[in-house]
């Protein structure tokens, strides 16, 4: 049996492996808030059709690393500029996000 060091992710953070079947698994280490971004949101819909509800292990996104750093490059934008504007700004940046997203084909 092989062991993998386990590292403790600290509290109200959350540990995803990235990557696509042509490349290597990455872990990154993600704030909890992440879950309740649009864009994050599509992604984990997108997890779900590919790798369904029951899957034992960490939480494993369709998407390439080069992506997922995309993406968390615009959550945090977004984030960021957030705290003095409406959140609904948005929606139109996700849409278009979620478009250039390399995902898993099905």
Request: hydrophobic content about 30%.
């Amino acid at each position: 049996m092989q062991e993998e060091k386990k590292v403790k992710v600290k509290k109200g953070s959350l540990a995803v492996q990235v990557g696509l079947e042509d490349e290597d698994v990455q872990r990154f280490v993600i704030p909890i808030s992440y879950l309740y971004h649009p864009l994050f949101s599509t992604l984990l819909e997108k997890a779900r059709e590919v790798y369904g509800y029951r899957v034992s292990g960490p939480l494993h996104l369709p998407c390439s690393a080069d992506d997922f750093l995309h993406l968390r490059w615009q959550i945090e934008k977004k984030t960021g500029s957030r705290h003095h504007n409406s959140h609904h700004h948005h929606h139109h940046s996700s849409y278009h996000l979620y478009h250039s997203l390399s995902f898993r084909s099905c």
